[in-house]
């Protein structure tokens, strides 16, 4: 991909501040694009952008349609109408079992996981659909194919993304707007600190290729699917588990 390929368009990048989200957004700068990084991180965001040509920071909370649609003016105010959005904020939740799994925890992952990738999807849609084209990517997780134990929160709100991503695909198919996701195994990020270490060393043995992913390695494969090069593959999901993903 080259040095140009977003040159003139525009990412919401959102979790943007670390971890995936920042992999991608530094990609899509990389090549030419503005970014806006949405976060709840407001601080963290703005280190970020920093190093990040004609990129902003916007303070968001993806759970709330108000919050977003105040992130959205400012993106538009400050940059432009995004052409792309990678919804990459995420939470991974405790990790215990179903019959010991708090119900304030469970909402929360559902919230911030699921509805919020829903809301952000959702925000963006209309204004691609009318201008004529759109790239929407959205971060699932192999857990969402195939159900971790002791993260049923996770892997259920992953499968929601999932579901959400092939639904919205058939809805745009024809608008010019293009919706997937991506199904990574265990990457290396800061998300690593909210889990135990028996269930980190349970995703490094369901690997093949006995190792986590890097950030760098999801952020090539949002940066096709958001790029102009993408244009037969909406509604799907592409597999980045080292060997895991069978299906």
């Known amino acids: 991909m080259g040095p140009e390929l977003f040159k003139g368009r525009t990412a919401i990048v959102t979790g943007g501040a670390r971890g995936i989200g920042l992999a991608c957004a530094a990609k899509i700068a990389a090549g030419g694009g503005r970014v806006a990084l949405w976060d709840r991180d407001l601080e963290r965001a703005k280190q970020s952008v920093a190093a990040l040509k004609g990129a902003i920071a916007v303070s968001v909370d993806v759970t709330s349609e108000e919050s977003i649609a105040k992130a959205l003016a400012a993106t538009e105010k400050d940059l432009a109408a995004p052409d792309i959005l990678v919804a990459s904020a995420g939470i991974t939740g405790p990790n215990t079992t179903v019959v010991n799994y708090p119900v304030d925890a469970w909402r929360q992952v559902i919230d911030i996981n699921l509805t919020g990738v829903f809301l952000c999807n959702r925000a963006v849609a209309s204004g691609m659909s009318k201008r004529g084209w759109g790239r929407i990517v959205n971060i699932a997780s192999v857990a969402g194919k195939e159900g971790n134990p002791n993260a049923s929160a996770y892997s259920a709100s992953k499968a929601g993304v999932i579901g959400l991503t092939k639904s919205l695909g058939k809805e745009l198919a024809t608008t010019g707007v293009l919706v997937n996701c991506v199904a990574p195994a265990v990457v290396k990020t800061e998300l690593f600190s909210?889990?135990?270490?028996?269930?980190?060393?349970?995703?490094?043995?369901?690997?093949?290729?006995?190792?986590?992913?890097?950030?760098?390695?999801?952020?090539?494969?949002?940066?096709w699917l958001a790029s102009p090069l993408c244009t037969f593959a909406t509604g799907s999901t592409f597999d980045l588990s080292g060997g895991r993903a069978t299906y």
Request: proline share 3%; hydrophobic share 45%; charged share 25%.
């Open 194 to 223: 909210q889990m135990t270490e028996q269930h980190i060393q349970y995703m490094l043995s369901k690997i093949p290729m006995n190792r986590f992913g890097e950030v760098e390695e999801v952020a090539e494969m949002v940066a």
